[in-house]
């Protein structure tokens, strides 16, 4: 059980395109879908909070209008980074949280490569 | 806000070695949380801990949550080369949303 999926793996897109990352649970119910960016040999940074049906709850210096996010239902939250630039390089992972264990236990998604040209 | 400190950054150890690593917090947690991260991948759970004291195994894997809340560590005992990665604590307060907060990683190297 507990299993969070991302679709794409990898994208590699243009500058000034714009790139749509899904995050969907697959064997429960995720109320609250965390997305997070990491860079190569960093911990984990945490970008936005995604609760069913609400508006997500961004972090100090993540721009929403960059970085939008949609959790239209218990099992999806997606993610599109818009006008995609070079820096936004990074690998984005999602994560879910429900209907297992503790509260706070989230549950990773395997993560997303994207490269922007 | 809240800060975790996770020791040591980077470990080089032998097969069959057994390896410790620690975070510490300026605050108080009620959950810490225990994930591995190989590369291009995603961070698996393995380890969870709910009450300040509880010592929980998973296999080889040993952690536990510290007394004072502030605190926990992760044993793995006769270490393998699969063990390699990127090892995550992780704090979280019921009140700040559910959210976790993310230790900066311990890189293992198992040399076989």
């Known amino acids: 059980g507990a299993v969070v999926s991302q679709h794409p793996s990898r994208v590699i897109c243009k500058s000034g395109t714009s790139v749509k990352i899904e995050c969907r649970s697959l064997d429960f119910q995720a109320t609250t879908m965390f997305w997070y960016r990491q860079f190569p040999k960093q911990s984990l940074m945490l970008m936005a909070t995604?609760?069913?049906?609400?508006?997500?709850?961004?972090e100090q210096g993540v721009e929403k209008d960059k970085f939008l996010i949609n959790h239209a239902s218990l099992t999806l939250s997606t993610l599109t980074v818009t006008s995609a630039h070079p820096e936004d390089s990074s690998f984005y992972i999602c994560?879910?949280?429900?209907?297992?264990?503790?509260?706070?236990?989230?549950?990773f998604g395997p993560g997303t490569r994207l490269t922007v040209l | 806000g809240q800060q975790l400190n996770q020791s040591p950054q980077s470990m080089f150890i032998q097969e069959g070695e057994d390896v410790s690593m620690n975070c510490t917090s300026s605050?108080?947690?009620?959950?810490w949380l225990w994930y591995k991260q190989d590369p291009g991948e995603g961070p698996v759970l393995l380890i969870a801990l709910y009450k300040a004291g509880e010592l929980t195994s998973n296999g080889r894997l040993t952690a536990q949550f510290g007394i004072t809340r502030k605190d926990s560590f992760l044993n793995i005992s006769a270490s393998i080369p699969s063990d390699v990665g990127i090892y995550f604590c992780?704090?979280?307060?019921?009140?700040?949303?559910?959210?976790?907060?993310f230790g900066d990683g311990t890189t293992l190297t198992v040399k076989p």
């Open positions: 992780a704090g979280s307060y019921n009140t700040n949303a559910g959210k976790s907060t």
């Open positions: 995604s609760n069913e049906g609400s508006k997500a709850t961004y």
């Open positions: 605050s108080i947690f009620n959950t």
């Open positions: 994560s879910a949280r429900g209907g297992f264990g503790s509260y706070n236990e989230q549950f």
